[in-house]
């Protein structure tokens, strides 16, 4: 193993003692009662297949057999979930050739970032993630189950299912993807003409084409944000089969992996092969695995969020250090739009997931010594699955990258670390991803002009009011403040600026997710403005130091004066919490702890002992520190 990744892994296992022993010990307590639906009364048991058909009644009825529990995110209105309205069908079919059944259990909700980008309902998407937790939590509660799939791809949906289905570790687990979309329009096209509608130049109806055109068809949008973070993410934490997180929708082999899944459930429980439960597979090193997979390939900066809240439901406690470290030794192996013009289908087709696993694991950076769903060790995952005679079969995959322009080997990387660093200073603690900024465009220091809404950034360029250099503060739009909407709404603008010349930077209480490209921009700053945090006393004109080379996050000033500012808090976030049921997330809004900490609702371990100091409190007194300890 790499120094670092053992160290780092080394750190969090000691970290997380106490918090995983008592994790282990809750799910090992459930494993115990034996098959849950024997534990039923009669009129529980009757209620809960009285819909089956007489074959799967008389299988239910013996608790020797396996019930397997269907968890799915399907909606219409996601491409990439759309797919999933006929795997119902396919899964029950696989599973009955077994002798067992599968029960829909429930569906949890899904939201698209891509339709609610920019728009009000994009402030419930951060919070969709616990809610998704929690209905998952609720299709389990009925104890009916012996194994659970979990079928979701995007954003927010596949965390929220992992969340919760740890707190139902003791269940053999499999998540079932849908696969991209074939390629459409160019990413390279379609960010120009974003750009030239940003400046007035093309109509809304070129616009709109070019969208069309972009994503047209189901399946999941075929740049690297944050839902194929999140497939590249699964399969490397052994959670789905290899191979099979970029197979297109509607192919016979995407059939054939989904009757596989189904079948690899039931074949992971006590009765029926080597019984293998979530809570063996998700543990430290496999949590490891998964950031060092993510900063390889330049995944999304949401992750930096969603895998603390993941860790912390399996008893886990990782912080930003963690993955900063990581990122410094961890090379970038990968470009994907938006860290280069390739699309996924172009990744999958010059090695994938395969290829990438086998980087890793010969260079030391990844930890083979894990359990996946298809048993011991990540070395399995070097495979790719094809079908022969029309049965699924997996063979080692590519040795070599197909495309040096997308995949490259470890020894001759893209770049000699993952591009995410850790920002702190006067100004808090945050995170920036530079993977896809230029080196000339990681050191700015200019003049802050300050915005309490991504809306005036947007109007004040339209005035003209930006043609210099300068750093956006974009301020209360942390998850206490409104929810933590994505502001690629901003994208275009500052995208602009920075070609014509300005030196250009954001910083922001908000998120910029997977689609964050060639402006530097410092994220999740905590603590947030509504909270007292140091952003909340920024003023236009402040020189701000943002230099993602040394983590600096900075207002360059000779005192501490500018932090007894008078600071209130703007209208607009009360504007922000009313409509498009914004109102009902008023309690999530309250509740909600830092992003270093997952920027959750949930509180898995009461025992602030264990948790890093620099992530106690999440307040005014700490926003009123001159820095923000490491």
């Excluded at 933590?484 to 014509?500: A, N």
């Amino acid at each position: 193993m790499h120094p670092v990744v053992e160290q780092v892994t080394k750190r969090i296992i000691k970290r997380s003692q106490p918090t995983r022993r008592a994790y282990l010990a809750q799910m090992k307590a459930a494993e115990e009662q034996g098959v849950h639906r024997g534990t039923l009364s009669c009129g529980n048991l009757a209620h809960g297949f009285a819909a089956c058909n007489t074959d799967d009644k008389a299988v239910l009825k013996m608790v020797n057999q396996v019930n397997v529990a269907m968890v799915s995110a399907y909606n219409d209105m996601l491409s990439a979930h759309q797919p999933f309205e006929r795997y119902p069908d396919q899964i029950r079919d696989a599973i009955r050739e077994l002798g067992s059944v599968a029960q829909f259990a429930g569906g949890v909700p899904a939201m698209c970032d891509g339709v609610t980008q920019g728009q009000p309902g994009m402030e419930l998407s951060l919070f969709s993630r616990d809610l998704i937790a929690m209905a998952t939590a609720v299709s389990l509660s009925h104890n009916m189950f012996d194994a659970a799939l979990y079928l979701g791809v995007c954003d927010k949906i596949v965390p929220g299912l992992l969340m919760g289905a740890l707190r139902f570790g003791h269940l053999p687990t499999v998540f079932v993807p849908a696969g991209p979309m074939p390629s459409g329009l160019p990413n390279k096209e379609k960010a120009r003409i974003r750009q030239e509608y940003a400046q007035g130049k093309i109509g809304r109806d070129a616009l709109l084409q070019c969208e069309s055109d972009s994503y047209h068809s189901a399946g999941t949008c075929t740049f690297y944000g944050t839902a194929n973070s999140n497939q590249m993410m699964v399969e490397i934490m052994g959670l789905h089969l290899p191979g099979s997180s970029f197979v297109n929708p509607g192919t016979e082999l995407r059939e054939q992996l989904t009757r596989y899944a189904a079948q690899q459930a039931v074949r992971l429980t006590a009765p029926n092969g080597r019984y293998t439960p979530l809570y063996e597979i998700v543990d430290e090193k496999s949590l490891v695995n998964g950031i060092v997979a993510l900063l390889a390939t330049g995944g999304s900066t949401n992750h930096t969020m969603h895998i603390i809240a993941i860790a912390a439901a399996a008893g886990v406690i990782i912080d930003w250090q963690d993955f900063s470290d990581l990122s410094d030794v961890v090379p970038l192996i990968a470009r994907v739009y938006p860290n280069g013009e390739a699309d996924i289908n172009h990744f999958h087709a010059a090695g994938g997931v395969g290829y990438i696993v086998r980087e890793l694991l010969g260079a030391g950076y990844l930890h083979d010594d894990v359990m996946t769903i298809m048993g011991h060790g990540l070395s399995r995952y070097t495979q790719e699955p094809f079908l022969q005679d029309g049965e699924l079969v997996w063979r080692e995959g590519t040795t070599s990258s197909l495309d040096d322009q997308v995949l490259r080997p470890a020894a001759t990387p893209f770049s000699a670390n993952g591009g995410l660093k850790l920002m702190r200073g006067n100004l808090g603690r945050g995170v920036i991803k530079v993977s896809a900024v230029a080196e000339a465009h990681r050191v700015v220091e200019a003049p802050a002009i300050v915005f309490n809404d991504q809306d005036d950034l947007a109007e004040a360029f339209k005035r003209g009011e930006l043609e210099k250099d300068f750093i956006a503060v974009v301020r209360y739009q942390g998850p206490n403040a409104i929810g933590m909407p994505e502001l690629h709404k901003l994208t275009p603008f500052l995208g602009t600026l920075q070609d014509k010349g300005f030196k250009v930077a954001l910083v922001t209480d908000g998120r910029m997710s997977g689609a964050s490209g060639k402006v530097p921009a410092a994220i999740h700053v905590w603590p947030e403005a509504q909270l007292g945090g140091p952003l909340a006393y920024v003023q236009d004109g402040d020189r701000i130091r943002l230099d993602a080379t040394t983590g600096e996050l900075l207002l360059l000033a000779e005192d501490d004066l500018w932090l007894q500012r008078p600071a209130s808090e703007p209208a607009v976030v009360k504007q922000h919490g009313l409509g498009m049921g914004r109102e009902l997330f008023g309690p999530m809004r309250s509740q909600v702890n830092e992003a270093e900490r997952g920027a959750t609702v949930f509180c898995f371990s009461s025992d602030t002992d264990q948790v890093p100091e620099h992530l106690q409190g999440n307040g005014s007194e700490a926003g009123r520190n001159s820095e923000v300890e490491a």
